[in-house]
């Protein structure tokens, strides 16, 4: 399962719906390279970037390669003006489909090019 970015938000606030769902998964979660970036960067002092190392380091980090990459550009392509996909959501979605990952995401329109893709618990 790779974790899109809010949902590693709602986990380190603490967000209940979003514990539960992570503790319960059967194995241990993936977080592409790009979402590390945006929860480090978004980390407002020293607790909580420790807590996000912890977390990080017990999820199955999943770099950017070149296949990676080009599917990413082609998402943009695809969906860049019909559904609003930026490179960041792109990067994500491609590394969940070339390492036959699930994603869990609360924002689905991020995401139109995965067709029975669901909220993991409610927004």
Do not use: W
């Amino acid at each position: 399962m790779l974790l899109d970015t809010c949902i590693v938000i709602d986990l380190l606030r603490g967000r209940e719906s979003a514990v539960a769902f992570i503790t319960g998964l059967s194995s241990r979660p993936a977080l592409s390279v790009i979402t590390v970036t945006e929860v480090v960067a978004g980390a407002r002092n020293a607790r909580e970037r420790r807590e996000i190392d912890q977390f990080v380091r017990a999820c199955q980090s999943c770099e950017i390669d070149l296949e990676i990459a080009t599917l990413a550009g082609d998402y943009v392509s695809k969906y860049g003006r019909s559904h609003g996909v930026d490179p960041i959501d792109a990067l994500i979605a491609a590394t969940a489909k070339s390492r036959n990952l699930e994603l869990a995401t609360l924002n689905l329109k991020h995401f139109p090019m995965f067709e029975a893709l669901a909220r993991p618990y409610p927004a």
